[in-house]
């Protein structure tokens, strides 16, 4: 009899945004997959976690997954997390998921952490309908993206980095507009987290005048007047 894959959401911030159903589902798997075994290991010793650890990442993902795949069919449990998040969310996951549905294989996803819902619900923008744009191409094909984005009436979540944020701010006021609202949030569920709302100029503004840390998540919508 096959195993099961169960993809487990790991705090974004606080430690205590982990479930007990994740925590136990964790305790029971043969094994886990992660992206760092390192930052896992502080978390799977918070929660007297000991289970055998194995490196699952982007640059090893492709070559990772047919073993994976084969000790699924042997019957063993697998629990897959990445350093926050719920994996498959702009982070490993998506490969072994295909792979798994191609060999007909069960999957369980557990609710749990991400980062986009708590920034989208605080952001006081329209969220009975939104697109979840992830990170931006780095530079291939950036600009024609953001100029498909631009056209959509929906709001848009963004996942960026510290460093390129205000690059993203400035581009997102050429493409969209001045009149785009937006909202950064950063350090979500942590000691110092911090959301800013207003017009496009107001938060490349707030963008400029300090050191931004940690993930950010940027939503824009520039349908509203």
């Known amino acids: 009899m096959s195993g099961i894959l169960y993809f487990?959401?790991?705090?974004?911030?606080?430690?205590?945004?982990?479930?007990f159903r994740a925590v136990k589902m964790l305790k029971e798997v043969d094994y886990i997959l992660c992206e760092d075994t390192r930052t896992s290991g502080v978390l799977l010793k918070h929660y007297e976690i000991s289970k055998p650890l194995k490196s699952y990442h982007l640059h090893n993902e492709h070559?990772?997954?047919?073993?994976?795949?084969?000790?699924?069919?042997?019957?063993?449990n697998i629990a897959i997390i990445t350093d926050a998040g719920t994996p498959g969310i702009s982070d490993p996951g998506y490969l072994l998921a295909k792979a798994c549905s191609d060999h007909h294989l069960e999957m369980i996803c557990l609710p749990g952490a991400?980062?986009?819902?708590?920034?989208?619900?605080?952001?006081?923008?329209?969220?009975n309908e939104?697109?979840?744009a992830g990170f931006l191409p780095p530079k291939k094909g950036r600009q024609t993206k953001?100029?498909?984005l631009a056209e959509e009436k929906k709001t848009i979540v963004f996942y960026e980095s510290p460093h390129k944020i205000n690059t993203t701010l400035e581009?997102?006021?050429?493409f969209f507009g001045d009149e785009t609202r937006a909202s950064l949030s950063r350090e979500i569920s942590k000691k110092f987290e911090e959301t800013k709302r207003g017009s496009i100029d107001e938060l490349i503004e707030f963008s400029k005048s300090k050191t931004l840390k940690g993930e950010i998540v940027l939503i824009v919508n520039n349908a509203l007047k």
């Open 8 to 19: 487990v959401p790991t705090p974004v911030g606080n430690l205590e945004d982990m479930t």
């Open 114 to 127: 991400t980062a986009l819902i708590p920034a989208l619900v605080v952001s006081g923008l329209p969220n």
């Open 171 to 174: 581009q997102i006021k050429e």
């Open 130 to 132: 939104f697109l979840f």
């Open 63 to 76: 070559t990772a997954t047919e073993k994976v795949i084969s000790d699924l069919k042997n019957g063993q």
């Open 146 to 148: 953001l100029k498909q």
